[in-house]
C-alpha cells in the first residue's frame, strides 16, 4: 500500500497499521479520536462524515466522541471497515482527501504539537501472570525449581483485578510510594519508602463489541469479536510492600500505586500477518480454553533505563509477545466464564513477559535476580532496582517484509517518595 502521507520506510505508524489514540492540540485542548499515520494524527472528528459504509454510515457519531470507547463498542465488522475506509483515504489513489486541502489542512496534525491522553474510559482492569518463564523464575526465587509453579498455573489463566484509577497515559511520571514492608523475616513490620522499586514488561488488549450480560460468558471461539486493540504497559512494582502484603489475597497497595500504557491502540486487525503458533501448552486446556487457531503474536519487546539527568539509556531487556503461554482469548474466556459482564475499554494485561533467556527477563527482579546480581549501566552505574530519577522506556515492533507495525513508546519517570 502507497500513502500519500510521506513517512520514513521502517517508522511506528505506516498506512498498514493506523492505531487509533486521543489527543488533544495547542491550537484545539478538546479531546479527540484520532488516527497515526506517519508523523501526523488524522483528526477523525473532522472526517467522520467520510465513514459511509454499511457498518458505519449510522455510527459516524463515534468519531466524534472524546474516548474510543463509543467506537470499541461496535462490531468487529464495523472495525474492519473503519480500517478499510482509512487505508482507502489515505491512499495515494485517492484524491478525496488528499485533494481537498481545506479539509487536509483541517484533519492532520503533527504529532509533535499534540498531547496525547489515555484511549479509553477504563471501567476495570485486569492483571493476568500468563509468561510461564516469568512465573517459573519467581517461583524459584520464592520457593524452589521443583515447585516453581503453583498447581492451578498450567490449568488456567492467573490474574488479579488491578486498580483503573490508577492506570496512566505514558509520559506520566510515578511516584515511588510509602507502605508497610518486612525487613527481616519473623519481625514485626515497618512503615516507610518502597526500597525496591521495579518494572514490568507487559501489554494489554482493550476489551471491544457489545457487553455481554451478566452471568453469559464470553465464549472462546467468540472471544476475538470483543478483542479491540493492543498497547504497551509498565505495571510499576514495589517488591518490598508486595512481598509482605500478598498473602493471601495478591497484590494490592504493591500494584496501585501506577499502571502506565501507550497512547496507541494497535488493533488486532493490523497485527493478522504477525500470528504465529500458540505456545505448547501442557497439559491440554479443559475444553472451554481449548483453542487451534493461532492467536498469538511475534511483537519485538525493549526496556531501557535512562538514569536521572543522562542521555544515555541502557537496553536492559530484549523480549517478545510470543513468550506467553495463556493467550488473549484464554484469557478473556477464563475471565467471563463464571458470567463476569465486561465493556468496552476495560482493559486485560499479559503479566510481566519473560523469554528463556536472562537478558530477555521482564523485571529487575529477575534481571538482578532479586538483588544478588546487579545491572551495569552503560554510565557505570548499577541496578537492583530502580532508582528516583530513572525513566523507563518500553518499546514494542513487528517487523514485517518491507514494513514495521509499531506501538510507540510507554514511557515512565520515577519520582522520590513524599515525606511521611
Not at 80 to 106: F, G, H, I, M, Y
Not at 162 to 188: F, K, L, M, Y
Not at 208 to 220: D, E, F, M
Not at 362 to 379: A, I, N, V
Amino acid at each position: 500500500m502507497k500513502c500519500f502521507v510521506r513517512y520514513e520506510k521502517f517508522c511506528d505508524f505506516p498506512i498498514e497499521n493506523l492505531p487509533y489514540g486521543v489527543f488533544s492540540s495547542k491550537d484545539d485542548p478538546t479531546h479527540r479520536i484520532g488516527v497515526a499515520i506517519g508523523d501526523q494524527i488524522l483528526d477523525l472528528k473532522q472526517i467522520a462524515h467520510l465513514f459511509t459504509g454499511p457498518e458505519l454510515k449510522n455510527h459516524q457519531h463515534v468519531f466524534k466522541q472524546e474516548t474510543l470507547n463509543q467506537f470499541m463498542g461496535l462490531t468487529r465488522a464495523a472495525w474492519k471497515e473503519a480500517r478499510s475506509t482509512l487505508q482507502s483515504l489515505l491512499s495515494v489513489d485517492n484524491p478525496l482527501l488528499q485533494s481537498n486541502q481545506e479539509l487536509r489542512t483541517r484533519a492532520f496534525v503533527s504529532q509533535y504539537d499534540a498531547t496525547m491522553h489515555l484511549p479509553a474510559q477504563i471501567g476495570d482492569y485486569t492483571d493476568f501472570y500468563s509468561s510461564i518463564h516469568h512465573a517459573t523464575n519467581v517461583g524459584i526465587m520464592f520457593r524452589s525449581k521443583e515447585n516453581a509453579l503453583m498447581p492451578n498455573w498450567k490449568y488456567l489463566p492467573v490474574g488479579y483485578h488491578g486498580r483503573a484509577s490508577s492506570v496512566v497515559v505514558s509520559g506520566t511520571s510515578i511516584r515511588r510510594p510509602n507502605g508497610q514492608t518486612q525487613p527481616v523475616e519473623g519481625t514485626p513490620p515497618v512503615f516507610g519508602k518502597c526500597k525496591l522499586m521495579d518494572f514490568e514488561l507487559e501489554m494489554a488488549f482493550f476489551v471491544g463489541g457489545a457487553c455481554n450480560n451478566l452471568g453469559s460468558p464470553i465464549t472462546v471461539d467468540r472471544a476475538e469479536d470483543h478483542i479491540f486493540g493492543f498497547v504497551l504497559m509498565n505495571d510499576w512494582s514495589a517488591r518490598d510492600i508486595q512481598k509482605w502484603e500478598y498473602i493471601p489475597l495478591g497484590p494490592f497497595t504493591a500494584k496501585n500505586l501506577g499502571t502506565s500504557i501507550s497512547p496507541w491502540v494497535v488493533t488486532t486487525l493490523a497485527l493478522e500477518p504477525f500470528k504465529v503458533d500458540n505456545f505448547p501448552q501442557s497439559p491440554e486446556p479443559l475444553h472451554y480454553l481449548k483453542h487451534d487457531d493461532k492467536f498469538n503474536f511475534d511483537i519485538n519487546l525493549q526496556v531501557d533505563i535512562t538514569p536521572k539527568g543522562l542521555n544515555v539509556s541502557t537496553t536492559v531487556c530484549r523480549s517478545n509477545y510470543k513468550y506467553l503461554y495463556w493467550t488473549a482469548k484464554q484469557q478473556l474466556a477464563h475471565h467471563t466464564i463464571t458470567g463476569c459482564n465486561v465493556k468496552p475499554g476495560d482493559l486485560m494485561a499479559s503479566g510481566t513477559i519473560s523469554g528463556e533467556t536472562s537478558d530477555s527477563f521482564g523485571s529487575l527482579l529477575e534481571l538482578s535476580w532479586k538483588g544478588t546480581k546487579p545491572l551495569t549501566m552503560l554510565d557505570g552505574s548499577q541496578r537492583k532496582f530502580l532508582q528516583d530519577g530513572d525513566t523507563v522506556t518500553i518499546k514494542g515492533n513487528c517487523e514485517g517484509d518491507s514494513y514495521n507495525i509499531g506501538f510507540g513508546q510507554c514511557v515512565g519517570t520515577l519520582l522520590p517518595a513524599f515525606d511521611l
